[in-house]
């Protein structure tokens, strides 16, 4: 991640000015659950320049979530049959090779679908997570100045981020019985949405939960990634991701500014909370 962090900030970091959705958040984040997964390096540009596109905003041609979707099924079902032949020692083989408790294996489709799952999962939320970062930096410069003299403080950073603009809403839940909470009657079988996004304003357990403190104590009590039995599997990597990124753009970008504030667009879902793209001027730190 280190090592790959470097090369995408070495593309744009004489330009003095720079998309940073699409060229740093999208691709780094692709390409590390890419690596992870198990995809072969030869194919690591091609997903770069689909799914690049998407997280940067792009409606048009073959970066729509549509036509990247019926892109990359072709590959993963090319990996996974290949996995199930030859396994290697990576993610999509240890999927390509389970079995159920009878020793069958699940159907091809099944496991393409599920690795294409997570590799989904583990690139949008985080991509969304490092620009509202890096949106904050630049709005906040005596902010950015504290993190390079004082790196400890990224991972705190990075939690009141999470806390601030969680980027996943909420997720849904189906309500077993007959219920009532906050004064609001709830039927057996209603489809509810629970909004960790609201709850990580929360008065009781923040204080001055509306304004943004880096050094907040407790915000590692948001709960971006969920909660309990549904706590998100990948949070870990996206720390480690977050981290690691901040930490190599601010020792390689200094004055961090937007360039139109009025022109931040928001991802247009009840489900994501991210900017589309992010275009940033910065001087470049020799």
Request: proline residues 6%; neutral net charge; contains cysteine.
């Amino acid at each position: 991640m280190w090592t790959l962090a470097g090369r995408l900030i070495d593309e744009f970091a004489d330009r003095g000015e720079v998309e940073l959705c699409g060229a740093y958040a999208g691709p780094f984040t692709v390409l590390v659950i890419a690596d992870l997964l198990g995809v072969p390096r030869q194919d690591h540009e091609t997903f770069r320049s689909w799914l690049g596109k998407t997280l940067a905003g792009d409606t048009k041609g073959k970066g729509t979530g549509d036509q990247v979707l019926s892109n990359l099924y072709p590959y993963f079902t090319r990996y996974i049959e290949e996995r199930r032949s030859s396994p290697g020692d990576d993610v999509m083989s240890q999927l390509a090779t389970v079995r159920f408790p009878d020793g069958e294996l699940p159907a091809l489709t099944e496991i393409v679908s599920l690795a294409f799952v997570l590799f989904a999962a583990g690139q949008e939320t985080t991509a969304r997570l490092i620009s509202t970062g890096m949106r904050i930096l630049a709005e906040q410069p005596s902010l950015a100045d504290e993190l390079r003299a004082n790196p400890e403080g990224i991972r705190n950073f990075i939690e009141e981020c999470l806390r601030f603009e969680s980027p996943i809403k909420g997720p849904f839940r189906l309500a077993l019985r007959d219920t009532r909470l906050g004064g609001v009657d709830i039927p057996t079988g209603s489809v509810l949405m629970a909004m960790n996004g609201a709850a990580n304003r929360d008065p009781r357990v923040f204080d001055d939960p509306d304004r943004f403190d880096a050094k907040r104590p407790n915000a590692r009590r948001n709960i971006a990634f969920g909660h309990g039995a549904h706590f998100c599997v990948g949070a870990n990597l996206a720390r480690a991701e977050a981290r690691i990124s901040f930490e190599r753009l601010l020792a390689r970008l200094d004055d961090l500014r937007l360039v139109d504030p009025s022109a931040l667009c928001y991802a247009p879902s009840f489900l994501i909370r991210g900017l589309n793209d992010l275009p940033l001027r910065f001087r470049h730190r020799s």
